[in-house]
């Protein structure tokens, strides 16, 4: 037995059976056309898809029979293909930046901080300030909101607040964006 490194696929499609593949009994059946043929015997469907010189290939597996479709199996399989690469390029990614600071950030280290914030919203990015609570912090969260307040003031100029303060945990933030 060969021992190695498993080869995983890295895309989240699903298998298209057609053909032979195809293993239940029975069928419903569609044609090139589109049109309803109905229910019927999977090697009979086969035949009927041979003969017009086309693929049986399996559109909804998980229907009750599985649904059956007559077309080009190659021509399928790339159509899917372009379909999942428009898919791709439709997505928008959002490049968010994060500084993080303390109660204790020093007022010198916060305007270097903001420096930073400006830089990044200027290249059209969001930023995540986030302020860390260490120890018995936490009770002066009020603290934390009125730090991340100021930090936010100093910079209406470039940036709006897309998410005012959060509490998650020990951790306090606010997610800014360029202004348009």
Same mark, same amino acid.
């Given at each position: 037995m060969r021992r190695g490194r498993k080869k995983y696929s890295t895309k989240n499609t699903q298998r298209v059976r057609a053909n032979h593949?195809?293993?239940v009994p029975k069928?419903?059946?569609?044609? /090139?056309?589109?049109? !309803?043929?109905?229910?019927?015997?999977?090697?009979?469907?086969?035949? &009927?898809?041979?003969e017009r010189g086309y693929d049986l290939v399996e559109i909804s597996p998980s229907a009750k029979p599985p649904i059956c479709k007559l077309l080009d199996y190659g021509k399928y399989k790339y159509d899917l293909s372009q379909k999942e690469r428009q898919k791709r390029k439709q997505q928008q990614e959002i490049d968010i930046k994060e500084i993080r600071m303390s109660l204790k950030t020093g007022e010198h280290d916060l305007e270097v901080k903001? /420096?930073?914030?400006? !830089?990044?919203?200027?290249?059209?990015?969001?930023?995540?300030?986030? &302020?860390?609570?260490?120890?018995?912090e936490i009770v002066h969260s009020e603290l934390g909101k009125e730090i991340l307040s100021k930090f936010f003031d100093k910079l209406t100029d470039v940036a709006e607040l897309e998410k005012p303060a959060i509490k998650a945990g020990k951790v306090l933030f606010i997610i800014i964006k360029p202004k348009k």
């Open positions: 593949e195809i293993r069928v419903f059946l569609i044609d /090139e056309d589109g049109e !309803k043929l109905g229910e019927m015997e999977t090697r009979k469907a086969l035949s &009927l898809a041979q903001r /420096e930073k914030a400006r !830089k990044f919203l200027k290249a059209g990015r969001q930023v995540k300030v986030t &302020l860390r609570f260490r120890g018995r």
